[in-house]
């Protein structure tokens, strides 16, 4: 199959950076959300990091305007027609997961993939909800995905063979390294690493440290990039409270029962970067 055009639902700080990277690499771009303004939140992001690119002199002004020509956002799903491939980025929540792919299965070309960014919900479940689920994969990105080499590709009790050769060459052709994981809650990456972040939380609710005692010690004690609090921080509080959710759930392991602090900023609205507050507080961007 020839991949030209890419989709990506949901124009988030995930699907933001997909489509970036999408552009970057050569492909014209579909971007799509529920309304405009978040489609303009989502413009802006992608339009910074292409800045941030020319600034670094990866590429040029005249790169990033012909980058931006190639991107067409809009709230129309059914300008989804003209995907070669698709892949879902929208809010972690599986009942709007299955209503997403039951839309696209309907305009999408039927000889498309249509692949999801979800952190831990699963791909047999999404696949299942389509008319071609041997053609449903996981695509896990990694936060930022500009920055982040890695691709997680999750193969679905349904996916192909065809399709899992041409999700991990199309991760190739954007720059990143797959690697295949099994369907199961929360896969590699976010199986091991939840609940190192929910024991942060834990251990943050029971006065065991500050947030920056206990990120300064598993940052230097364990040579973590950063700590596990800003790190929940940047994946967004509201979806590692979801990912938790689905481990539990899925696993039915109490270990991973979600940290009752992380559950109360997520009622509070406090979501980490993206709000301007979570563990820790930021500027507005
Ligand atoms: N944040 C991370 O570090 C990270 C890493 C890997 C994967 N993921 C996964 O990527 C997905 C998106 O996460 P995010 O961090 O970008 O979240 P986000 O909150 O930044 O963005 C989600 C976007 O989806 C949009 N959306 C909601 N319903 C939609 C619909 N019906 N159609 C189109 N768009 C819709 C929202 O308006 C929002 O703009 C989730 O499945 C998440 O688990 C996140």
């Known amino acids: 199959m020839e991949i030209k055009t890419i989709g990506v639902v949901g124009a988030g700080q995930m699907g933001g950076g997909i489509a970036q990277v999408s552009l970057v690499s050569g492909f014209h771009v579909l971007l799509t959300d529920v309304s405009g303004p978040a489609l303009d939140k989502g413009r802006a992001g992608i339009v910074k990091g292409l800045d941030i690119m020319v600034r670094k002199e990866k590429i040029t002004a005249a790169d990033k305007d012909k980058m931006l020509d190639r991107l ?3 709230t129309n799903l059914s300008d989804f027609s003209a995907c070669d491939f698709v892949v879902e980025a929208a809010t972690e929540r599986r009942d709007l997961k299955l209503t997403i792919f039951r839309t696209l299965d309907g305009v999408v070309p039927a000889g498309s993939v249509l692949a999801t960014n979800t952190s831990s919900i699963s791909i047999t479940a999404i696949a299942a909800a389509t008319r071609r689920p041997d053609k449903v994969i ?4 990694m936060n930022p995905v500009p920055l982040m080499k890695l691709i997680e590709v999750i193969r679905g009790l349904q996916t192909s063979r065809e ?3 041409a999700t991990m060459e199309l991760s190739r052709r954007l720059g990143k390294e797959p690697v295949s994981a099994n369907d199961y809650p929360g896969f ?3 199986r091991v690493l939840m609940p190192m972040i929910n024991e942060a939380v834990y251990a943050l609710m029971e006065g065991v440290g500050t947030a920056e005692d206990i990120d300064s010690i598993m940052r230097m004690g364990a040579n973590h990039p950063m700590g596990p609090l800003a790190l929940a921080d940047l994946i967004g509080l509201d979806t590692c409270l979801e990912i938790l959710k689905v481990m539990q759930e899925g696993l039915g392991d109490p270990k991973y029962r979600p940290c009752p602090l992380l559950v109360k ?3 509070a609205g406090y979501l980490g970067k993206k709000s301007g507050r979570g563990f820790y507080t930021y500027p507005k961007a």
């Open 163 to 165: 399709t899992f050769d």
């Open 188 to 190: 590699v990456a976010n």
């Open 138 to 141: 996981g695509m896990h990105f």
């Open 265 to 267: 900023h997520v009622e």
């Open 72 to 74: 067409v956002a809009t």
